[in-house]
Nanobody, 112 residues
């Protein structure tokens, strides 16, 4: 499996979580990486994207100022630091590479 996510779980509103995605089987450092999410009953949406060298990042308006995407090319890892979580952040979060690979996802539930 080229992409494996971890770090999801149950968190209270206002809390934080850090998601990680480890890549294998391709030259990770060459490719833009993204995090997507799919809330219950809704479609998949882009959360954040980071270029191969970390020189450029993009965020959905709904997470700007709260989420931070980063990567460590030496470890073939991309992460998503999520702060000030609210119920609308509840979703399955997926790691994605511009090569077209998807991880299986990790569930984040924000609830008191």
């Amino acid at each position: 499996v080229p992409l494996v996510e971890s770090g999801g779980g149950l968190v209270q509103p206002g809390g934080s979580l850090r998601l990680s995605c480890v890549a294998s089987g391709f030259t990770f450092s060459r490719y833009t990486m993204s995090w997507y999410r799919q809330p219950p009953g809704k479609g998949r949406e882009l959360v954040a994207r980071i270029s191969s060298t970390s020189s450029s990042t993009n965020y959905a308006d709904s997470v700007k100022g709260r989420f931070i995407i980063g990567r460590d090319n030496a470890k073939n890892m991309v992460y998503l630091q999520m702060n000030s979580l609210n119920s609308e952040d509840t979703a399955v979060y997926y790691c994605h590479t511009e090569l077209g690979y998807w991880g299986k996802g990790t569930l984040v539930t924000v609830s008191s």
